[in-house]
């Protein structure tokens, strides 16, 4: 089955760049989107479809995708972007069609 | 405005069966290009696909966990609802339901209830 790689941990300080990688085989093919979950909340989607940001997101959140990787890109962090980021792509073939998600990223601000 | 909430049993004793109902408004699973998801996430752990029905009642499940769940909708009532079968201590979770669409032919869950605890446990 498909899997996606994340690192288990980014650390930032305020008002840097903080970048979160997913690693997916031909992930170039498919569409990544991006949700930021805070301690004992559910997911909120901030990038779908690879770049877009879903009303309400700040320009802040980007995302992007380079070979077999695609990344969030979080400019100028805030102490409130603190939370797990996870990806997820729509994993589909002739024969099989799933929803894959990455093993998630805590970001740290420092 | 789109809502979704979770309900069902708190605690479930090894080997019963889980029946978990998402009720939700403000959209219908009769419109096509919709779908409703059911995630689940381990206490300190990640998030997992579990099972998703769409609109014309097409339905897919995780495959590793395939054997286990049923995955069914009552239009008429906004109701979804996930049967798992054989649960086992491991399966304790916040299941969370989801509303879908596709953008650009990859589907991607827009808006989430706030989650369920259950835990397995004699």
């Known amino acids: 089955s498909y899997v996606l790689t994340q690192p288990p941990s980014v650390s930032v300080a305020p008002g840097q760049t903080a970048r979160i990688t997913c690693g997916g085989s031909?992930?170039?093919?498919?569409?990544v989107h991006w949700y930021q979950q805070k301690p004992g909340q559910a997911p909120v989607p901030v990038v779908y479809d690879n770049s877009d940001r879903p009303s309400g997101i700040p320009e802040r959140f980007s995302g992007s995708k380079s070979g077999n990787t695609a990344t969030l890109t979080i400019s100028r962090v805030e102490a409130g972007d603190e939370a797990d980021y996870y990806c997820?792509?729509?994993?589909?073939?002739?024969?099989?069609?799933?929803?894959?998600f990455g093993g998630g990223t805590k970001l740290t601000v420092l | 405005q789109i809502t979704l909430k979770e309900s069902g049993p708190t605690l479930v004793k090894p080997t019963q069966t889980l029946t978990l109902t998402c009720t939700f408004s403000g959209f219908s699973l009769s419109t096509a290009g919709v779908g409703v998801g059911w995630i689940r996430q381990p206490p300190g752990k990640a998030l997992e696909w579990l099972a998703i029905?769409?609109?014309?009642?097409?339905?897919r499940y995780s495959p590793s966990l395939k054997s286990r769940l049923t995955i069914t909708k009552d239009t008429s009532k906004n109701h979804v609802v996930l049967k798992t079968t054989n649960m086992d201590p491991v399966d304790t979770a916040t299941y969370f339901c989801?509303?879908?669409?596709?953008?650009?032919?990859?589907?991607?869950?827009?808006?989430w209830g706030q989650g369920v605890l259950v835990t397995v446990s004699s």
């Open positions: 031909n992930i170039g093919s498919k569409g």
């Open positions: 989801a509303h879908s669409i596709v953008s650009s032919s990859s589907w991607y869950f827009d808006y």
């Open positions: 997820q792509v729509w994993d589909s073939s002739s024969d099989h069609h799933y929803v894959v």
């Open positions: 029905i769409y609109w014309n009642d097409d339905r």
